[in-house]
């Protein structure tokens, strides 16, 4: 899973990882505050309260729990889940009746990919009670013509891309620097000399792979188209995947915020965030789980997005998952994303 822990190297007694799970679920459950007496009491631990506070207080050292208020009792951080999720939670199987709802309704409400796609986005969403989204399956391949990168102000550039269904592209890019014409001009000529013909999505790779070849004579060159390439070709359309079910994160007290709400729907929205997450899954085996900062976007920084990847053959073709607090039942979540990615396949792929 994305973000693997390693708290457990800080050398964790049993007795404190019980107490952490017991308060995480606890926490998930109620969206409460927990103290001690009730650590005691679910633990199922013959401790006393003193002895528990004490646990608390070097889980809260160690930064896997917060006290909001004085006295209030603790709340899991986001280093407390994640360590809850890799090592203390257990999954449970979906129940039989879950795996034939999803079967049945992804086979009844759809009978194009589209409808397949839209259909899984929608029953996430219902399942879950959290934001599904699905992204759409790759599109046939495309192929590079010609590229053409022009300096823009503030360290923006214009790219061109011209592919081989003759389809005109412009794009507006962000960069690290600023560069000058010239080395635009020589970025644009190393990839259309050296990659003209060949799909786009593995230009990248082909420049990074090239980069490590010639780095010593071509440092400069390549450096700059690798970092121009790097962005001109992970944008995807504006319809890339289907988002259902955003309204279900009003229902979590944490995210009453309205001030954040504004801005997580505004990532729905402008969706750039969001893919650029999804296509850092799409490479990746199985579920895939990012807490608060580690999806790298501040807007997420209080939600958990919870992805899988689902195939069509032995192709992985999009990424499906459900974006929540990060207070959610990854126990349930969890199997639910990644069955909802293999059915999702198998139907894309009986179509």
Known sequence: MAGQSTELEHGLSERAQTLLKTLVERYIREGQPVGSRT????????????????????????????????????????????????????????????????????????????????????????????AGVVMLPRAEQVTLRQVEFLPLSGNRVLVILVTNNAEVQNRIIHTGRAYSAAELEAAANYINREFAGRDLRGIREAVAAAMARARDDMGRIMETALAVADRAFEGRRDD????????????????????????????????????????????????????GQESGYEVLDSCSVVTSPYRVGDQVVGVLGVIGPTRMAYDRVIPIVDVTARLLGAALSSE
């Open 39 to 130: 650590l005691a009491r679910d633990s199922k631990l013959d401790l006393s309260p003193a002895t528990i506070r004490n646990v608390m207080a070097d889980l809260e050292e160690l930064g896997l729990v917060a006290s909001p208020h004085t006295s209030a009792g603790r709340v899991p951080t986001a280093r407390g889940y994640r360590l809850f999720v890799d090592s203390l939670l257990t999954v449970k199987p979906l129940r039989p009746a879950t795996v034939s709802r999803l079967k049945r309704e992804l086979g009844e409400r759809a009978e194009t990919p589209g409808e397949v796609i839209e259909s899984a986005s929608s029953l996430l969403s219902a399942i879950t009670r959290l």
């Open 240 to 291: 890339d995947f289907v988002l259902a079910g955003q309204n279900h994160l009003l229902e979590y007290q944490e995210m009453a915020d309205i001030e954040r709400l504004r801005r997580l729907f505004e990532a729905f929205n402008t969706k750039r965030d969001i893919l650029h997450l999804l296509d850092q899954s799409i490479d990746a085996e199985g579920v895939q789980i990012f807490i």
